[in-house]
């Protein structure tokens, strides 16, 4: 195991840690991988019952905001999210990441960062309320709208922050209050929108409020870790943070530039309604990764452990033992998303019928980005390699803003789409490259398996008689796991007893 981790540390370029010296912190999860898998799986069922059991019902609320709103207002919307999610995360400074790895590692850090994290939040609120209030008055609307996003996603940042601070301590619990506080504002808010049919600016403001009071909660509840020395905010303190969060910044800017650079730049070659089409489809292929973002979060400090302990061996059983868990949930969605896209999309109203074939396109994102998350944000930076997955994602950032520009000039969000696909494709082929490189390779049995019981799948979407199509769904879906247990019974076996010894047990 130990010339495993030796060969890891000579392969490529330095590691990006944060200290040379194993932490305590590493030392406190048990020896066999079965218990690791328990821990993994405590604060993954709190975290999903976050994201699971408490943003269904914000989920649901978005979508019927989507059909109140129609494609153009949907497109100013997600415009103003985007573009507010890549300022932020110029604000951000690397913290949010930097954080979740760090005090995983370092809890006696977390003051000193949500010191800084505060300051720059304060100070932008202030400038982006003024903004926001000088627009308004001199009656720029979609100006307007763009300052609020700012506001918005502003305290999102902050407050997601702190999630991963809670994360990172191993106390996944304690998100759920502020996460049912955040729904619950959600849901009002956009019930208030509907019936009394304002526009998007009230929505804006809404739920910049929401984000205020949920943010106020979180920073109670981590007041342990709250700064209360005036020496944390001494400028010499702050660029001491920001150099060691550098890297971890550059990683932010290309991994969020990356995710909303299809929006932002469509918005530049096409008209409104077409960036809201688009956006549509990238909000129903996100519904299942979102779930599964969860087991990322939950997984970072678990991994993070691990490595810096040296137990390299145990890292790579618990990696491919949630890719094969991964793969099999994944490939089922991603057909449904691709063969039933006319269906889901006429869920959201008449309007949003013809974004069916960008759904087609977008449905690979059920895996994709699953992957993405899964090998990059937490593999990666849990084995310290940050500044290799920000080349990557800057990487699939210029290939999508090149090619959103191109396609999405002739074929609007269909092209925006083929170019998000593609840009994924190239970041996933770069992450296996990593992982090779540094003698990890990545490893998923279940590959073969999963391939052929998808091609059944889809036969079986297509043979079906013309029934009511969410009985087809259920009908081919049965289709699935046969040919899964009849392919690969061995491998099936296997990733139940990771589900149970994740879930069940835990």
């Known amino acids: 195991m130990t010339d495993k981790f030796s060969t890891l540390e000579r392969a490529g370029e330095p590691s990006d840690a944060v200290a040379q010296e194993v932490p305590s912190a590493s030392l406190e999860l048990p020896e066999h991988h079965h218990q690791v898998l328990r821990i993994f799986g405590k604060n993954t069922t709190w975290l999903l019952l976050d994201r699971a059991g408490l943003k269904v019902g914000a989920m649901l609320a978005g979508l019927v905001l989507i059909g109140y709103l129609g494609p153009a207002n949907v497109g100013i919307y997600t415009t103003a999210i985007a573009v507010g999610s890549l300022v932020n995360v110029l604000l951000d400074l690397g913290l949010t990441r930097y954080a979740a790895r760090t005090v995983a590692a370092f809890p006696e850090e977390a003051p000193s960062i949500l010191a800084l994290t505060l300051t720059t939040t304060v100070l932008a609120t202030v400038v982006e309320v003024a903004a926001a209030g000088f627009a308004y008055s001199t009656g720029h609307f979609y100006a307007t709208c763009i300052l609020l996003g700012l506001i918005f996603t502003n305290l999102e940042g902050t407050s997601s922050l702190c999630v991963g601070v809670f994360s990172a301590d191993l106390r996944s619990r304690s998100v759920l209050p502020g996460s049912i506080m955040s729904t619950a504002g959600i849901v009002c808010v956009i019930a208030l929108v509907v019936k009394l049919k304002l526009a998007v600016i009230a929505l804006l403001i809404g739920l910049a409020l929401k984000s205020l009071i949920v943010l106020t909660f979180r920073l109670i509840q981590l007041r342990r870790f709250l700064p209360h020395s005036l020496s944390l905010f001494l400028p010499q303190q702050f660029v001491s943070l920001v150099k060691k969060s550098s890297a971890y910044f550059s990683y932010s800017v290309t991994q969020i530039g990356y995710e909303k650079a299809a929006i932002v730049v469509l918005g530049l070659v096409a008209d409104h309604t077409q960036v809201g089409l688009f956006a549509a489809a990238l909000v129903l292929a996100s519904v299942f990764p979102s779930f599964t973002y969860a087991a990322s979060d939950a997984l970072l400090p678990v991994m993070t452990r691990l490595y810096e302990a040296d137990r390299i061996l145990d890292l790579d059983i618990l990696r491919t033992r949630l890719m094969n868990l991964l793969l099999y949930l994944c ?146 879906l049965l289709v699935y796991l046969l040919v899964l247990g009849i392919t690969a019974p061995r491998h099936v076996r296997e990733t139940a007893g990771t589900f149970k010894y994740c879930f069940i047990k835990a």
């Open 331 to 476: 490939v089922p969605v991603g057909i449904v998303l691709a063969v039933f896209a006319p269906d889901i999309c006429h869920l959201l109203g008449s309007r949003f019928v013809s974004s069916a074939p960008v759904l087609r396109i977008t449905a690979s994102r059920s895996l994709l980005s699953v992957l993405d998350v899964f090998l990059g944000q937490a593999g990666l930076t849990a084995l310290a390699r940050v500044t290799e997955r920000r080349n990557a994602q800057a990487l699939g950032l210029g290939i999508c803003v090149v090619l959103t520009l191109v396609l999405g000039f002739y074929w609007g969000a269909l092209g925006a789409a083929i170019a998000t696909l593609l840009a994924d494709l190239v970041i996933l082929l770069r992450y296996f490259r990593i992982y090779s490189r540094i003698k990890i390779p990545v490893h998923c049995p279940a590959l073969l398996s999963g391939v052929i019981a998808g091609f059944a799948m889809v036969a079986a979407c297509f043979l079906l008689p013309a029934i009511f199509w969410p009985l087809r769904v259920l009908a081919s």
